[in-house]
């Protein structure tokens, strides 16, 4: 049963609100927040949320979740294209990590559509703007 959970917010996330609204929308990440904690508590699961700019910052937090959260949703923002670190470290710390991204990437630039997380998660969201991270919510749940 899944009972704490870890949301992951990679690079540029923390501009949320003010980059690029037309993908990303005019509400703020902590307002997402909130709402993500909400749904969670809602399905009767704790969650903490951590946001970084830097590849080693998310490795550390990950490697920390294995002994402290019981699944990690992670939208690992431009790192899902090319971090085979991060990749590596989803992959090490067997808990199921579900991915997601509020725009649909595989409607955006080619590179967008090539995920190297995506085989060690375990589900990909994306496309539904912060609905992504309530889905990701509810599957956990539902796990």
């Not at 590849?55 to 998310?58: F, L, R």
């Not at 990701?136 to 599957?139: D, I, L, P």
């Given at each position: 049963m899944i009972n704490k959970i870890l949301v992951i917010h990679g690079p540029n996330l923390n501009l949320l609100g003010e980059r690029e609204p037309g993908v990303y929308g005019n509400t703020s990440i902590d307002v997402l927040n909130d709402n993500i904690i909400d749904r969670a508590k809602e399905q009767g699961m704790q969650c903490e949320i951590f946001q970084s700019n830097h590849?080693?910052?998310?490795i550390d937090k990950l490697h920390a979740a294995r002994t402290a959260f019981d699944a990690v949703i992670i939208n690992a923002g431009a790192y899902t294209h090319y971090s085979y670190a991060i990749r590596d470290a989803i992959a090490a710390i067997k808990i199921p990590c579900i991915e997601v991204h509020i725009s649909n990437v595989f409607a955006r630039d080619e590179f967008r559509s090539k995920s190297v997380i995506s085989e060690v998660c375990r589900g990909t969201i994306c496309g539904f703007g912060f609905g992504s991270y309530y889905l990701?919510?509810?599957?956990l749940a539902e796990l």
């Open positions: 590849e080693g910052a998310i990701a919510v509810q599957a």
